[in-house]
């Protein structure tokens, strides 16, 4: 058992020590150099979560740009220390994320948003179809606007807006609300978004398939 806990140990002090001379420049150019190199990147990298938006736009302009939807930013937050869970309850999170938007938008001076049914059915959409792209063009290679025009939405709109974002599950749902809203508010497009004067409804979509949390946030402004 000492013999094994030396072994560890030594193991752990080579792994240090390696990563130390990788990441300085005294073997570079070396064939040991390499070795090391290779042997790092093999090694997992930390989890991440991943915003993403698309600016608004009215309905006019989405007609318009159907074969093509755009993004202008992403942001990526590191994290550690993940853990697995199997069930989480998507109504916390969708009450938080709401309660936090409003908190930001009272503080900068604009009305809420009010929680509307339609969003919300398109916002469900489209968190469950970012698992499978997690962009603002659909799986099925239409524009993200589109979803609104689904049979079972049917929301007709002035002005429209969408923030995505997705992450590793790693805490309870309320503290994951959190950590995925901070990310969307340190985003420049996403916060624009977010405190828009002449936004007045929202839905929150929220997608969990075991592994990663999917969060949408869908604005509009009725006709």
């Known amino acids: 058992m000492r013999k094994f806990f030396s072994y560890s140990l030594m193991l752990v002090i080579l792994i240090s020590f390696g990563y130390w001379l990788g990441s300085s420049t005294i073997l570079e150019g070396t064939k040991i150099s390499d070795t090391i190199s290779q042997f790092v990147d093999k090694l997992p990298s ?4 991943i915003v993403e938006e ?94 609104l025009e689904e049979p079972d939405v049917d929301y007709s709109y002035q002005l429209a807006g969408e923030n995505l974002a997705m992450g590793t599950y790693y805490l309870a749902e309320k503290e994951m609300a959190e950590w995925l809203f901070k990310g969307l508010k340190e985003s420049p497009g996403h916060y624009e978004n977010m405190v828009k004067k002449d ?15 999917y969060v949408v946030q869908l604005f509009g402004t009725p006709r």
């Open 46 to 49: 930390n989890e991440r979560v």
């Open 54 to 147: 698309v600016p608004n736009t009215s309905e006019q302009e989405q007609e318009q740009e159907q074969e093509q939807a755009t993004s202008e930013s992403s942001t990526i937050i590191s994290t550690n220390d993940l853990t697995d869970t199997d069930e989480i309850d998507v109504a916390v999170v969708e009450n938080r994320v709401l309660e936090l938007l409003n908190n930001l938008r009272k503080e900068v001076g604009v009305s809420p948003v009010s929680s509307n049914d339609q969003l919300k059915k398109a916002a469900n959409i489209r968190a469950i179809e970012t698992e499978e792209s997690f962009s603002h063009t659909r799986p099925d290679g239409r524009a993200t606007f589109t979803v």
């Open 199 to 213: 936004f007045e409804e929202v839905g929150i979509g929220v997608h969990y398939n075991g592994e990663n949390l």
